[in-house]
């Protein structure tokens, strides 16, 4: 069984800074993509964001809004994908999930996290 597990998140005023951290555990053949999404408080339904991905090879894309502010990195022996997020807004907070695209066997397969609260106060 896959698990991502994330942490890191908390409460900050805005301006500051915090880190994610998401490290997928399990047995698996190999992991893909990876990457953080999230869903703000008025977000309709289930509505999630891409914030921001990471290839195997270290591609990195990026939501328009966290530009220059955010960074993601990933750890390819840890199994883990981490994102720096700096100058923090009150537009930031949301839950955030991590993500990633895992192989197990011949089969790829999307995974998520249970997703860690992000919240900035003005």
């Known amino acids: 069984q896959v698990e991502l597990v994330e942490s890191g998140g908390g409460a900050v005023q805005a301006g500051g800074s915090l880190r994610l951290s998401c490290v997928a555990s399990?047995?698996?053949?190999?992991?893909?993509?990876m990457g953080w999404y999230r869903q703000a408080p008025e977000a309709p339904g289930d509505q999630r964001i891409s914030?921001?991905?990471?290839?195997?090879?270290?591609?990195?894309d990026y939501e328009d809004s966290v530009k220059g502010r955010f960074t993601i990195s990933r750890d390819n022996v840890k199994n883990t994908v981490y994102l720096q997020m700096n100058t923090l807004k009150p537009e930031d907070t949301a839950v955030y999930y991590c993500?990633?695209?895992?192989?197990?066997?011949?089969?790829?397969?999307?995974?998520w996290g249970q997703g860690t609260q992000v919240t900035v106060s003005s």
């Open positions: 993500w990633s695209r895992i192989q197990l066997g011949a089969s790829v397969f999307n995974y």
């Open positions: 914030v921001a991905t990471i290839s195997t090879y270290g591609r990195t």
């Open positions: 399990g047995s698996f053949s190999a992991i893909y993509d």
